[in-house]
């Protein structure tokens, strides 16, 4: 318990600053040890989910590795891709993407057939919300991007389209760390991709919002610099003036 607490306090600053602020307090140095055990938990969880995801991917790939303690996850992995015809395309395995039309890129985990289609798969080792959120904006996105080709020659075009892949349809192969479990789960890519375009519009809104305070606080900034006080300000600039000090100054309300 006390190495979890101090592997927690070494993770979360926000935590060492409350034992610092909280000396006297022993109900909230309580409260701040359970924090601290959560968080070597949480960062725990996930540095094996890290590992049994690069054990699966070295399995695709065909290598030959020492699976030890998770060798049950990796022969529940196997068996329910097996049972599912699910085929892994070891060619497009860990595949860098982007998709230009919304200025966004990642990597998906693998490219799969199953009964003759190719579709996006993505590996998850931990809790999964296969609904219509993230995760089907996600793989959309992916299905609808083009891979990198692993060139650094500027002179040549460095993305293709992916071939053949389903647009309508994704795989999450869910395989929680030590549950000796996996199971399949397609999600609706159509509604994925809808929600990857209203996320991108939502952020090309905020984006012209910062850009106009951004411009708006130059402007007020070249006034105050020409004016001999701020009182020179027109009133009826009064509301920008402030919106712009707050951007100058970092302020939020």
């Avoid at 055990?37 to 989910?49: D, M, Y």
Wanted: one cysteine or more; a negative charge.
């Amino acid at each position: 318990a006390c190495r979890m607490t101090a592997i927690g306090l070494s993770e979360r600053q926000d935590l060492r600053a409350l034992v610092a602020a909280s000396k006297d307090d022993k109900n909230a140095l309580n409260r701040i040890v359970d924090q601290a055990k959560e968080a070597a938990r949480s960062g725990a969880g996930a540095n094996i989910g890290t590992a049994l995801h690069s054990m699966c991917e070295q399995l695709d790939a065909g290598l030959e590795t020492e699976f030890g303690e998770f060798a049950a996850d990796i022969e529940a992995y196997r068996a329910t891709l097996a049972a599912n015809g699910v085929e892994i395309l070891p060619d497009w395995m860990e595949t860098i993407v982007r998709v230009p039309g919304l200025n966004v890129a990642g990597t998906f985990d693998r490219r799969v057939r199953v009964n003759g289609k190719t579709y996006v798969a993505d590996l998850k080792t931990g809790s999964i919300d296969y609904g219509f959120t993230a995760i089907p904006a996600q793989l959309a996105c992916y299905s609808r991007g083009q891979a990198w080709t692993g060139s650094y020659d500027l002179a040549e075009d460095r993305y293709v389209d992916l071939p053949d892949v389903d647009q309508e349809r994704g795989l999450i192969i869910h395989l929680p760390a030590n549950q000796a479990t996996c199971t399949l789960h397609w999600v609706d890519l159509l509604a994925g991709w809808e929600f990857a375009q209203l996320c991108h519009q939502v952020r090309e809104v905020r984006k012209r919002k910062a850009e106009a305070l951004e411009a708006e606080r130059d402007a007020i900034m070249r006034q105050l610099r020409d004016s001999e006080n701020s009182e020179s300000l027109h009133e009826g600039r009064a509301d920008a003036f402030l919106e712009a000090l707050k951007l100058v100054t970092g302020v939020r309300e």
